[in-house]
């Protein structure tokens, strides 16, 4: 198996299962921590409160411990994904710096170009046009960014 996966990988359409894999592992350290900061945060007192009631381990972690962990997990994967988003140099690295590329990707394992190499390209164009994509793109990612982080401020308050 370990050889078949490395023929898929060497593919130019397995470039971006490649990219994904690179970008998970750049972000599973942060939403490890944050998981793990969620679940210690839950209060021994609402565990307690259930063994008391005669729940099973099991049914105190998945009833009291996970339900009120999950705001701060889930903001935790938030944030990952907003770092995610301005991780252009694992996958220009990955990628090959695939700038050449016109059209969107028609399969999971098609190559495609990030939005940051994008921006990069159309901002060193002398054409004035690219110039103006180049500012609705970052304006895009910016936007993007904001409602990410909004959505984690708001599940952070939920907790």
Known sequence: VPHRVGRVLRRPRGRVLAA??????????????????????????????????????????????????????????????????????????????????????????DSCVTMPILIFAWADNPVEQYRQLAAAAIIVLVALLLVMNSMAIYLRGRS
């Open 20 to 109: 994904a894999l690179t970008l998970s592992l750049v972000i599973l350290p942060i939403i490890v921590i944050a998981s793990q900061e969620a679940l210690r945060a839950v209060p021994s007192s609402m565990r307690e409160a259930s063994a008391g009631m005669g729940a099973t381990r099991w049914q105190t972690t998945q009833q009291v411990t996970l339900p009120a962990a999950l705001p701060g997990v889930l903001t935790g994967a938030i944030l990952a994904m907003g770092r995610a988003i301005g991780e252009a140099a694992p996958i220009f690295v990955v990628l090959g710096g695939n700038i050449a590329k016109r059209t969107g990707p028609e399969h999971l394992m």
